[in-house]
């Protein structure tokens, strides 16, 4: 589709070429021009019927020039010529000089695909797309306790050409399917709701083929059994298991954030200046890993024409490194991990995580449940807040359990999980080797931008954190 857009706008590599060489003129540092084509749709079935649809298709073209820490940028979503220079011209008004600078010739860059590079809109018919989200509904209305049910199924395919005065001239191809499943259910005038899903970098017949609506729509089913049966949560310091997977989130946020480039570039993050010190127990092994294939939050390059990679981050709890684009590793003189993302053409790139996750230890969970008299089991959470400059965080764990001589009990609901993101690595005692990513449902914000993005880890024990909660079952 890229190609032909190109074409159709007589956009052929010699003039954008020119472009780019207009756009860095002198002083600027470095400059890119990042064109993009994108289709997506989305299904949505409630009361059995699909209730909504959308299909959209965009296009647009980003202009960036970079000098020193400034950054001139400017978007565009008419691909005419004219319209481009336009954007360009804006964008280069960071530097008083306006004639051209020569820019490194264009060089292949090794690419490894992590994904198929073909659309998976028409992978099904509509028919097809409708009766997955309709044996949804079937199944979740077998249960009785179940009174609602929702679900939807989205897919989208972009594809990107990007080119910088570093040599970059790449172009990639990103597919992306998920289906989300939502149900109510009622007893005894009790009602609760829960929700799961999952997706990646396929096409839509990977649902199909994996029997994933099913398994879906029973995990949503569960989840908002056990919520039927909890009561109010405890309150108070105590020992914390983490279950396998979805929980990585907390690592996300509370960990993963304060080691993005930007941060530590402005010395806004608690782990500023720690790189080769212990911060986290030696158990804690963290990477942030884009090559991963299919996953939601991989990618064959950034969106900078950097391939992404498999970063290390803490290494037996020591800090390794932290995640750059070009813009923060060149302030900071180091290279770019490929983690340069950004939402769309019409945003600038930043330093973003990709899929981050703890890498197995060498624990048991029976082991760890059992080593606590008075605890909490988290195996699920909903969303949270984190203080970059402090690591502060405060998180709600929608699936949780209490933990009573060493065997789980009760479920519980309105549990908070509060603390600091340093101080919870160094009190990690034991991790398992039950390693599970996410079922790929994970977005990330920054700034007002969103990118998919993955998450995991093994079963973990922190042996104190604080825990909020309500005596009271609701």
């Not at 699920?380 to 400059?389: K, S």
Request: net charge negative.
């Amino acid at each position: 589709m890229i190609e032909q857009l190109l074409d159709d706008h007589h956009l052929n590599q010699e003039k954008i070429t020119s472009l780019l060489s207009s756009l860095a003129v002198k002083d600027v540092n470095y400059a890119d021009l990042y064109f993009q084509h994108s289709v997506a749709e989305s299904w949505f079935l409630e009361e059995g019927i699909v209730k909504s649809g959308t299909y959209h298709i965009g296009h647009g073209v980003g202009a960036r020039a970079v000098k020193g820490e400034q950054t001139g940028f400017s978007y565009s979503d008419d691909l005419n010529i004219k319209a481009i220079e336009r954007a360009v011209e804006f964008s280069r008004g960071i530097s008083k000089h306006q004639e051209p600078q020569s820019i490194q010739a264009f060089h292949s860059v090794p690419q490894v695909a992590k994904y198929s590079g073909l659309s998976p809109l028409g992978s099904l018919t509509s028919e097809e797309k409708v009766d997955l989200l309709k044996q949804i509904d079937s199944i979740a209305r077998k249960e009785p306790k179940v009174k609602q049910v929702s679900a939807s199924l989205s897919g989208a395919y972009t594809e990107v050409l990007i080119v910088s005065t570093d040599g970059v001239y790449q172009k990639d191809y990103r597919p992306m399917v998920r289906v989300s499943v939502s149900v109510i259910v009622e007893h005894e005038g009790r009602i609760e709701h829960a929700s799961s899903g999952g997706g990646g970098r396929y096409d839509y017949r990977y649902f199909i083929d994996h029997n994933l609506a099913e398994i879906y729509t029973h995990e949503a089913i569960r989840q908002a059994l056990v919520a039927l049966e909890s009561k109010g949560a405890p309150a108070g310091n105590m020992p914390v298991i983490l279950g396998p997977g979805w929980p990585g989130v907390l690592l996300h946020e509370a960990i993963g954030h304060g080691l993005e480039g930007d941060f530590n570039r402005k010395e806004s993050s608690v782990f500023t200046g720690k790189i080769g010190e212990q911060i986290a127990s030696s158990k804690c092994t963290i990477v942030d890993n884009g090559t991963l294939a299919n996953r939601r939050g991989s990618l064959t390059i950034d969106d900078e024409g950097t391939p992404t990679q498999n970063t290390t981050l803490i290494e037996n709890g020591i800090l390794k490194g932290y995640l750059f684009d070009k813009l923060n590793a060149r302030l900071m003189g180091q290279k770019s991990t490929g983690n340069g993302r950004r939402e769309s053409y019409a945003h600038i790139p930043m330093p973003r995580m990709t899929n981050t996750y703890m890498l197995n230890g060498k624990d048991k969970l029976e082991e760890m449940i059992a080593s606590v008299d008075d605890g909490l089991y988290a195996v699920n959470f909903d969303g949270g807040q984190v203080d970059i400059t402090s690591g502060k965080f405060v998180f709600s764990a929608n699936e949780a359990y209490l933990i009573k001589n060493g065997k789980i009990t009760a479920p519980v609901k309105g549990a908070t999980l509060i603390g600091s993101g340093d101080e919870v690595l160094k009190k990690i005692s034991m991790v398992a080797n039950d390693l599970r990513l996410d079922s790929g449902i994970g977005v990330c914000g920054k700034e007002g931008q969103s990118v998919p993005v993955g998450v995991g880890q093994p079963s973990l024990k922190i042996d104190q954190l604080t825990v909020g909660g309500t005596e009271v079952g609701q």
